[in-house]
């Protein structure tokens, strides 16, 4: 049974900074593709990072590029996300993701197969 597990989040002002993990079990994790989305209130789910199983580059949504960083720990079967310089446009509940998306849908959520639960991340005064 593959579990991915997400933590991490929480409330944080701006200009602030937050490490979210993601621990995978139940899967080859070195022959996926995983992924950072997030889903602001109101709003559909967003690609935000994503480490390319095949070519181990590393792939950002325009907003966080500079600010965001993900990183992958294979011995571990995790990967982190971490995010400095946070603004309140990046609230929203932070997902984990496992697929093997060919590279032109890498950013497309119906091309992951699997889904941690969700951590919550705030960004407010």
């Known amino acids: 049974q593959v579990q991915l597990v997400e933590s991490g989040g929480g409330l944080v002002q701006p200009g602030g900074s937050l490490r979210l993990s993601c621990a995978a079990s139940g899967l080859t994790f070195r022959s996926y593709t995983m992924a950072w989305f997030r889903q602001a209130p109101g709003k559909e789910r967003e690609f935000v990072a994503a480490f390319n199983r095949n070519n181990n580059n590393l792939y950002y949504t325009d907003s966080v590029k500079g600010r965001f960083t993900m990183s992958r720990d294979n011995a571990k079967n995790a990967v982190y996300l971490q995010m400095n310089n946070l603004k309140p446009e990046d609230t929203g509940v932070y997902y984990c993701?496992?697929?093997?998306?060919?590279?032109?849908?890498?950013?497309?959520?119906?091309?992951?197969?699997?889904w941690g639960q969700g951590t919550q991340v705030t960004i407010s005064s």
């Open positions: 993701a496992a697929g093997r998306p060919i590279l032109s849908a890498l950013r497309e959520s119906n091309m992951y197969n699997y």
